[in-house]
C-alpha cells in the first residue's frame, strides 16, 4: 500500500490523537478531526468514528478482566435515546444554535468542577451523561465529555476503561445513522485501512508514556480537553450564527 505525503501526515495526527485518548479516556476526536478534515473532509465523520471505535475495542479487550461492564452500562443504554434526541433537535433547531447552548452548558460544567463542585458516580447520574453525550455526539459530534467530566475523580485507567466499554457500544449507533442516511461510502474505507497502523502504534506509544508518566488521575487532562471541546463546539456555533445572519 503506497503512502503519500499527505497520507503520512494524516498518520502522524492519528497516531497522537490515538495515544493521547489512549492515556485520559478522551480526546482523538476533537484533536483529529478538523486536522483530517483539512487533509481530506472524507476523513470526517466516518473514518475518525471507526478509528475511534477501534481503539475503544483494543482498550476493552486488553481490559476485559478489569473492566467493570456492570457500572457503566446505564450510560450505554442511555445514548440511543440521546442520539435520537439529538437528531430529532438538529430536525427543528438550528445546529449554531444547538452549538451555542451545548457549548456554554459544558463550559458552565468545566467551571463548576473547578469551583469543585461535582456529582457522584451513580446510575442516575450516568444514565444522564450517557443521554447527555448522545445528544452531543449527534448534534455536535463532541460526545465525550459529559461522561468524562463525571469521572474526573476517579483511577485514570478506570475512567479510560469505562469510557472506553461506553464508546465500544455507543459508536455503532452513530456509525449506522451515517450508513444509513449517506450509504457506505461515507465510511471510506479505504482511508480506514490506510490509518490502522496509526490506532495500533498510538496505543502501543500510550503504554510508553504511562510507563514514564504513571499518574493515577487524568482530572486536568479532562478538565482541558473538555474546556477545548467547549470552545471549539461555542466557535463552531458563533461562526454558524454569524453566517446565518
Known amino acids: 500500500m503506497l503512502y503519500s505525503s499527505l497520507d503520512i501526515l494524516a498518520l502522524v495526527i492519528v497516531t497522537v490523537s490515538i495515544m493521547v485518548q489512549a492515556w485520559v479516556g478522551i480526546g ?10 483539512l487533509i481530506d473532509p472524507a476523513y470526517v465523520p466516518g ?10 475495542l483494543v482498550v476493552v479487550f486488553k481490559r476485559r478482566h478489569s473492566l467493570n461492564f456492570l457500572r457503566v452500562l446505564p450510560a450505554i443504554l442511555a445514548r440511543l435515546p440521546g ?23 459544558l463550559l458552565l460544567a468545566v467551571w ?9 458516580l451513580n446510575s442516575l447520574n450516568l444514565t444522564l451523561a450517557g443521554f447527555l453525550s448522545g ?4 448534534s455536535t459530534s463532541v460526545g465525550g465529555p459529559p461522561l468524562a467530566l463525571l469521572y474526573q475523580h476517579q483511577a485514570r485507567l478506570t475512567a479510560r476503561d469505562e469510557i472506553a466499554a461506553f464508546f465500544l457500544v455507543g459508536t455503532p449507533i452513530s456509525l449506522l445513522m451515517l450508513v444509513w442516511q449517506g450509504g457506505a461510502s461515507v465510511l471510506a474505507l479505504g482511508l480506514i485501512v ?12 500510550s503504554r510508553h508514556v504511562e510507563r514514564r508518566f504513571n499518574v493515577d488521575s487524568a482530572r486536568p487532562a479532562i478538565l482541558f480537553i473538555s474546556t477545548l471541546s467547549a470552545l471549539v463546539v461555542l466557535t463552531q456555533g458563533i461562526i454558524g450564527g454569524v453566517a446565518a445572519y
Open 47 to 56: 473514518p475518525v468514528l471507526v478509528l475511534g471505535w477501534l481503539l475503544s
Open 112 to 120: 463548576l468542577s473547578l469551583r469543585r463542585y461535582s456529582l457522584p
Open 194 to 205: 490506510k490509518m490502522l497502523p496509526g490506532v495500533m502504534l498510538g496505543f502501543w506509544l
Open 83 to 105: 442520539s435520537w434526541c439529538g437528531a430529532v433537535l438538529l430536525l427543528s433547531i438550528a445546529s449554531w444554535q444547538l452549538s451555542l447552548f451545548f457549548g456554554g452548558a
Open 135 to 138: 445528544v452531543l455526539g449527534t
Open 28 to 37: 482523538f476526536g476533537l484533536l483529529a478531526a478538523p486536522l483530517l478534515y
